[in-house]
């Protein structure tokens, strides 16, 4: 930052970067302002259709409340284990985020040439960009290194129910290591995530890629992995029958060897006698066993964690990322709603950057999908609908003493409550209302009589109830209440 | 979202929403990260140089935690006054950027044509987004309404020093109001703002338009506003002289009257008196006297709100923003660096979004200058160099005892703590320089003695000391180590 003052000449043509309101120095922002205001003379005819791109959407208080309590928890959780959050732009030179492949991801880059005529684009994910980072970082940052990083993304998608053109992404990565260690607390994050997130009823299941490489080899499908594959993670749609006749044809030999896979994938049972049964049938392949000793390092370390057992689950079958994973492969469902898929995945991969540097970076990490878990939240009715952050609305019953509603507030929150003073002096009534309207639970009224006395008027507008609090006791007992509720009645559903 | 399983075929073209990793349903994805591992075969000719564009930057951890810190303080602070957030999108159509206006704006716009032929720019400011969202959704929030919004904008300004072109904006308003409560009310906000990110000596400026049109109907300077107010805004720059030259030139008697609103510009004087000279000057103008009114209010609100009086100023000569500030003006300066401007700065506006709705939005907000205050914190040593948020680092001197060293790590967490397990098994050594580096304070060894003992040896880096703690004590020991050192102590300079 340039320390001197900033420029107030009208012919400063930039626009003030952090003062978004000093139009002195910002034709820009005056001209905005100046423009929004000069339509009042504007006959109305002329208003603009105040409107969102297609697949781009407003976020409204309530939904962004929960939004943002996510993403607190989310970071709460990772900075739990010493992830370090970083940034990266939004807008890349293509030809980082396209790499050498066109294909898909180029039909979808929002993508276009710059005043300075570069070829530049929105980042689509959070992975190149690291991958990017990590590259030109490397020094300074050095290894092993472990960041989150949420962030918003764009794609140039067909829009549909349920799929914008922006979304934010929560990633987590640890790089610089091969190590299992890695991988289990990987897992450990998925874990404390979904608890901390306040999910009970979750399964995350994992698998490994050695593994399925090694049941490959073992019979003889190697020389056709990535088409077994493909067809094996449409298992849980088109069901056995299909996927086999996908995988084998008519070829009666390659049906036999194609079913046993499906059926080692399909495997049940105790993650011990899963484990036993892999190591009989990998015995003798090094790549197999390597990946059955990791799960089973995986399996164990986690228990001794402290992970209940039931919350995790070894599924072979995850044929998901398959091309890059190269290792432990992660998924996690929600018990009571398994149809929306997986809320949280990844997996270790040999080499995050090759395309940038030729120093090898292994990894492993995870994607937490925040709109898809929002989405189950607001199903699983676990959200809140007040569009206030607030505990209580002070009233403004006497606009002369407007003083004292705002000296009320402060106090308030310094015992640590949020209190919004209605910003007006409109009759109590329509005040009520836009309590009720808001989801306040509780109101505070004051008037002549109540100042005289030294109290305030309590509300509760759930309870329908009203009590007189002496001054002094008022924050104290709207903690009681407050916390005798609970988060989910600390607010009334809105009315209307 | 729609409720069914992700679709697993490859030939759908539709890349993940939430699942970043998931490639079976995300050709991009796939793709993006097989030609990342791809690349592990090519010559290393063909690695791309990893850079950003121009005016754009990556944000290290270190950075990334004090930007993170200061923005979750402001969301305290505006959740505490019952500010609500919202979200916008990035991109928007051109014409509702646009307004009416060209100008400076369209130079600065990152506009193109996107795939469904569309005129789409990325939004330069919060404002006219959020202009637009109270007009599209005003039956849904209704008013009065304040929101918050965080969020980042671009500009193609030429860069330089300091200057970027993706910077994040955090602006608060209150609209649906023209009560002055909400003005005061504003003022409070600005304060704790400041307060709550660690300022003690900061001040905060007020003025309203109103007086200043009234001293220039007054002075007869009221046809030359515009011109007056403009040179009246550089008086901090280029001084007395000049600013009255060019309000002036040579006509003598236009020198006497401008020179007349520098003074008054200009008085200074205890809050009292320059309002019983101002309502001297100003008998008989309405607007000025309504200025005065409101502004005496504001300060006589603020004081009995408990705001300390040092820390409120008048200052008529804020010219800034008078294009469309209709109303009281603030602006917020650091006590110990001042030279860096204002770092929080806004206004009442007589109506928000004429552009988009019929309906007037009277409003009062502000916008905290995020980039420059933590320009401004960095300089003031207000930022701790640790690139790690976690307390205490968990050394994994023997591998076979993985979950043990996980299982701990869980336990501090448990108890409030944030710990890192080392997420390798190299050389104690090596660990340690690892600690050093990021920041660490404390680190935790434990080796086969330490498990026969039931107990963890625990270093602190800083101090250089050592000490046998055992394992039941070993959280509660940190915590009063922690509490002790307070924030800025608790992690080390990173060495080298």
Redesign the interface.
């Known amino acids: ?10 012919a400063n ?3 003030p ?9 910002a ?14 003379n ?1 006959v ?1 005819t002329s ?8 697949g ?6 309530a939904q ?2 929960a ?2 309590l996510l993403l ?1 928890t989310a ?1 709460q959780v990772y ?15 293509a ?2 985020l396209l ?3 066109g ?3 180029e ?2 880059l ?1 993508r ?5 005529n ?1 070829d ?1 684009a ?1 980042r ?5 960009p690291f ?3 990590s ?3 490397l020094q ?3 290894i ?1 290194f ?2 989150y990083h949420m962030g ?1 993304v ?5 829009p ?8 934010m ?1 929560c ?1 987590f990565d ?1 790089i610089g ?1 091969e ?4 991988d ?2 990987t897992l ?1 994050v998925i874990h ?1 995530l979904m608890a901390g997130l306040g999910f009970e009823r979750f399964t995350i299941c994992v698998s490994h890629r050695k593994v399925l490489t090694g049941l490959l080899e073992q019979l003889e499908l190697a020389d056709r992995s990535q088409d077994m594959l ?1 067809a094996l ?2 298992l ?2 088109i069901g056995r029958e299909r996927v086999l006749a996908e995988m084998a044809g008519d070829d009666e030999a390659l049906q036999t060897r194609a079913g046993r896979l499906l059926d080692l994938a399909g495997m049940e049972g105790t993650p011990e006698s899963i484990f036993a049964r892999l190591e009989e049938l990998l015995a003798g392949n090094e790549t197999g066993t390597d990946g059955v000793a990791r799960l089973r ?1 995986l399996m ?7 992970i209940p057992t039931e919350r995790i689950r070894l599924d072979l079958s995850i ?7 190269t290792g432990t492969i992660y998924e996690t469902f929600l018990d009571d709603l398994p ?5 949280c ?3 270790r ?10 120093q090898p970076l292994p990894g492993v990490g ?2 937490l ?5 929002l ?2 939240m607001q199903e699983l009715d676990m959200i809140p609908e007040a ?4 505990d209580v ?1 002070i009233t ?1 019953f006497d ?1 002369a003493r ?3 509603y ?2 009320l ?2 106090e308030l ?1 310094a015992a640590g ?9 409109r009759k109590l009534g329509k005040q009520m209302q ?1 309590a009720s ?1 808001r989801g306040f639970r509780f109101a505070v009224i004051g008037g002549e009589e109540e100042f005289a006395a030294g109290c305030w008027q309590l509300k509760d507008l759930a309870g329908r109830t009203q009590e007189s609090i002496p001054a002094g006791e008022l924050a104290g007992r709207l903690q009681a209440l407050l916390s005798e509720a609970g988060p989910e009645e600390s607010h009334t559903p809105p009315a209307g």
């Open positions: 930052m340039d320390g001197s003052p900033p420029a107030k000449t009208p043509t930039t626009l970067q952090d003062a978004g309101r000093h139009p002195g120095r034709p820009a922002d005056h001209e905005s302002r100046r423009t929004l205001s000069e339509n009042d504007a109305n208003l603009i259709r105040p409107h969102t791109l297609k781009f959407r407003d976020i409204l208080p962004m409340m939004r943002e607190e970071r900075r739990s284990y010493g992830f370090s959050p970083i940034e990266t732009p939004a807008l890349e030179a030809e980082i790499g050498k492949g294909g898909e991801t039909k979808q929002f276009f040439t710059d005043q300075g570069r530049v929105m689509f994910d959070l992975t190149i991958a990017r980072f590259a030109q970082h300074e940052i050095g092993p472990r960041r918003t764009w794609r140039a998608e067909k549909q129910k349920g799929r914008y053109r922006e979304f992404q990633d640890t290591t190590s299992n260690l890695a289990i607390e450990l404390d493909r993670d449409k849980g749609k390092e164990t370390a986690a228990h001794t964690a402290g044929a998901r990322g398959l091309d890059y994973y149809e929306i898929g997986s809320v995945s990844g997996g991969y040999d080499n995050l950057a090759g395309l940038f540097t030729s995870a994607s999908g925040l709109d898809r878990l989405a189950a569009s206030t952050p607030a609305l403004v606009t407007q003083g004292e705002l000296k507030g402060r929150r409550l949020a209190a919004e003073v209605f910003p007006d002096g836009y309207r």
